[in-house]
């Protein structure tokens, strides 16, 4: 989940890794080192995405950047436009990710990964080959990218199954019921991380508002494995950082709809780091966790 925050240091086009130079977010990740990075912004795509390094435990990692923030950054028009093109860019198409893909994919996710596909792809196929795990992770956007992506690697890329993983967090659902039976023969080793909040006394749940869209009714199924986090409400806005984080939102986020407030990166790492986490939910209203 740090690395899936790191993708977002996007600051008016500038992406130099400086999260990892100046440890602002990274203290105590290990020895990790950007050795990638991809940018691509136009075509009606947004896509962000790192690639990173830990020679010591011999594990690669990429991560993909969710839709672009004017809260955090002066760029309300790329975000605007990126908010429009990707999530809102809902049909369903017919999976082109690699030859012999089946079922549908979201447009937009599709079409947003694919602007960078070849030459990611062709990276993680040398990083398999030098016998690194790859792990392919991101934040919101960035956690429907990275399944794309991990599915691509393996058949597409032809990269070994059991040396690709998947851990998303809170991202929308990317597919059909086809194409998420069709993922789960390729990347096993999935990992797909929504946060919820008690309602009615404990007795039923809500989830991460983007990890409900577009709507199961729609046709829109999560690849699976889904583990569900306890949102924490005092970290909505991350009024309490994790300790060696700086990062704080302005006051008015305690506004913020419930639903909406445990999105934020901050309810995912402290989840993570509490290990609250279940493997089933009850719902406060109709969803489809899977």
Same mark, same amino acid.
């Not at 950054?73 to 093109?85: K, M, P, S, V």
């Not at 990707?86 to 690699?98: G, M, Q, R, T």
């Not at 990218?145 to 929308?172: E, H, Q, R, T």
């Not at 080793?189 to 991460?208: I, S, V």
């Given at each position: 989940?740090?690395?899936?925050?790191?993708?977002?240091?996007?600051?008016?086009?500038? $992406?130099?890794?400086?999260?990892? /130079?100046?440890?602002?977010?990274?203290?105590?990740? =290990?020895?990790? &080192?950007?050795?990638?990075?991809?940018?691509?912004?136009?075509?009606?795509?947004?896509?962000?995405?790192?690639?990173?390094?830990?020679?010591? @435990?011999?594990?690669?990692?990429? /991560?993909?950047?969710?839709?672009?923030?004017?809260?955090?950054?002066?760029?309300?028009?790329?975000?605007?436009?990126?908010?429009?093109?990707?999530? $809102?860019?809902?049909?369903?198409?017919?999976?082109?990710?690699?030859?012999?893909?089946?079922?549908?994919?979201?447009? =937009?996710?599709?079409?947003?990964?694919?602007?960078?596909?070849?030459?990611?792809?062709?990276?993680?196929? !040398?990083?398999?080959?030098?016998?690194?795990?790859?792990?392919?992770?991101?934040?919101?956007?960035? =956690? %429907?990218?990275?399944?794309? @992506?991990?599915?691509?690697?393996?058949?597409?890329?032809?990269?070994?199954?059991?040396?690709?993983?998947?851990?998303?967090?809170?991202?929308?659902?990317?597919?059909?019921?086809?194409?998420?039976?069709?993922? @789960?023969?390729?990347?096993?080793?999935?990992?797909?991380?929504?946060?919820? $909040?008690?309602?009615?006394?404990?007795?039923?749940?809500? /989830?991460?508002?983007?990890?409900?869209?577009?709507?199961?009714?729609?046709?829109?199924?999560?690849?699976?494995? !889904?583990?569900?986090?306890?949102?924490? %409400? &005092?970290?909505?806005?991350?009024?309490?950082?994790?300790?060696?984080?700086? $990062?704080?939102?302005?006051?008015?986020?305690?506004?913020?709809? &419930?639903?909406?407030?445990?999105?934020?990166?901050?309810?995912?790492?402290?989840?993570?780091?509490?290990?609250?986490?279940?493997?089933?939910?009850?719902?406060?209203?109709?969803?489809?966790?899977?």
């Amino acid at each position: 989940m740090f690395m899936a925050w790191v993708a977002y240091d996007n600051v008016a086009g500038h $992406f130099m890794g400086k999260s990892f /130079t100046d440890g602002k977010r990274m203290r105590g990740c =290990g020895s990790w &080192k950007v050795i990638n990075e991809f940018h691509y912004e136009r075509d009606g795509a947004n896509t962000h995405a790192i690639v990173a390094v830990n020679e010591k @435990s011999g594990v690669a990692i990429v /991560t993909f950047r969710g839709t672009e923030s004017s809260f955090f950054q002066e760029r309300t028009e790329e975000a605007f436009h990126d908010w429009i093109n990707s999530n $809102f860019h809902y049909k369903k198409e017919p999976c082109s990710l690699a030859s012999g893909c089946t079922g549908q994919v979201h447009g =937009g996710f599709q079409h947003g990964y694919k602007v960078i596909a070849r030459n990611l792809e062709t990276q993680m196929k !040398v990083l398999a080959d030098s016998g690194y795990q790859l792990i392919f992770a991101g934040h919101s956007k960035g =956690g %429907s990218l990275a399944p794309l @992506s991990a599915y691509a690697a393996v058949a597409n890329a032809k990269i070994p199954s059991d040396m690709v993983s998947m851990f998303g967090f809170g991202g929308a659902r990317v597919g059909d019921k086809q194409f998420v039976s069709h993922y @789960s023969n390729f990347v096993r080793n999935t990992y797909l991380f929504r946060t919820y $909040f008690k309602q009615l006394a404990g007795l039923l749940h809500e /989830t991460d508002i983007v990890s409900c869209v577009p709507l199961a009714m729609m046709g829109f199924h999560h690849v699976k494995q !889904v583990k569900y986090i306890e949102c924490n %409400s &005092k970290y909505i806005g991350n009024p309490e950082p994790i300790p060696n984080l700086s $990062f704080k939102l302005p006051d008015v986020a305690h506004l913020i709809p &419930k639903s909406a407030g445990c999105h934020y990166h901050q309810a995912y790492m402290d989840g993570l780091l509490t290990e609250n986490i279940s493997d089933h939910i009850s719902f406060f209203r109709t969803d489809d966790e899977q």
